[in-house]
């Protein structure tokens, strides 16, 4: 178990992760804390916040458009044998039309209501992944819901990694207007961040290879125990 987390900082950004092995309370605090000093990591909370982590079997995907929620999501919901949902998706099985479509016809305000309401019926079921939205976490209703139902991981990426994974994607209402993607981009990122942090326990940007470790990691802790995640949040130096 000592090298579950002994990989090397060899990425040029901060990264907040956040999974252990969870046997018991006191073997997971210890196994943590020796993990931790083999890899070099630290804790950023004291032991009295340890004392208050929560065992979440769900996995929560966030993160801008163009982020990877739904190739890691699906990626992930199979090697841990587990459901796979999207949320966009699920919106369009239930309309039987594009995400693009039922955007244009009902407005934002009536596609965010549809969506939460989706969002709330999916985060009910247990032992999922689910992909969401990029704008889903405007509502703080979804915003709740995600943090109490499962482990909240946010997919941060860049604003070149974005324009150059959706430039020819057609279900991006957002990107379909006469302003600059760019700036677009640019607005939702100053709107949404700061809410996908808000609720985040575990923030990765999503390079091919930070997608690979995140995936690996994820799918080696689930594995090794029946408990699902018991978490505290840890930060490379």
Known sequence: ????????????????????????????????????????????????????????RNIFLVGPMGAGKSTIGRQLAQQLNMEFYDSDQEIEKRTGADVGWVFDLEGEEGFRDREEKVINELTEKQGIVLATGGGSVKSRETRNRLSARGVVVYLETTIEKQLARTQRDKKRPLLHVETPPREVLEALANERNPLYEEIADVTIRTDDQALKWLQTRLFTCWKATNSGFIYTRLRVQ
């Open 1 to 56: 178990m000592g090298d579950l987390f002994s990989c090397q900082t060899r990425w040029s950004i901060e990264i907040i992760f956040s999974l252990t092995l969870a046997i018991s309370y006191e073997v997971s605090v210890h196994v943590l804390r020796r993990s931790l000093s083999e890899a070099g990591l630290s804790l950023t909370n004291s032991l009295s916040s340890t004392e208050k982590m929560a065992e979440k």
